[in-house]
C-alpha cells in the first residue's frame, strides 16, 4: 500500500517565505484558496520575506517552503529536479525575493482528485457545503495519481506520496518536511 503524505516544509531547520503585501490587499494563500484548485487568472508576482528558522538563523539555503500553503515556493533547482511531476499538476508562477544568488519561483497545484476523501473516517465538520477537516483520512484505491494532488472537500491541503517523497529525497533538496503521514483505508 503506498504511503501518502501532507506536503510541508521543515521550519525548525529551514528557513521559510512569508508574503509582504500590502493592506487591503488579499494575501496569496487567500487568492488560492479562492481559486478552489483552478489556474490563477491576472496574477502578478508577489513579494515575498525570509523568515528565520526555529532556531533563528536567516538564510537562502533550502529548496521548499510551504508557510503559505496552498502556495508554495520551490528553487528553481527544485523546480528543474521536479519538472516532469509539477508542471502537469500546477502552475509555475514568478516571485520576489531579496535572495542575490538563488532564484525562487511560486508553485500553485491545480491537481484535484474526487472520490478520495474518507467521510466515514476522517474528522470533518459540513457548513453549507464547506468541508471544516480536521483529520482527513484518504481511500488509498480512489487516489489516481502517483505524486501530488489535493482533494476537492479541502481547499488548503496538498498531499504527496512516498514516490514523490523517493524523488525529493533522491535529489537530496532541502526544506521538504513528509513528518505527517495521512491515514487511509
Known sequence: MKKIYLLGSDVTNFCSFIQDYPEGEESIMGRVRSAN???LSNYTPIRL???SN???K????????SALS????????????LRDILLPRGEVLPVSTDSKRKAFLGYHPTNVLAGCFDRENALFREAEGKFLIRKPVLKVDN????????IEEDISRVFVTDAFKRRVEEAGLLGFDFSV???TT
Do not use: M
Open 54 to 56: 526555529d532556531t533563528g
Open 37 to 39: 484548485w483552478k489556474p
Open 143 to 150: 487516489i489516481t495519481d502517483e505524486y501530488l494532488f489535493s
Open 49 to 51: 520575506e525570509l523568515r
Open 70 to 81: 496552498p502556495f508554495f515556493v520551490l528553487s528553481e533547482h527544485a523546480l528543474d529536479v
Open 58 to 65: 536567516r538564510n537562502y539555503q533550502f529548496d521548499f517552503s
Open 181 to 183: 503521514e495521512i491515514p
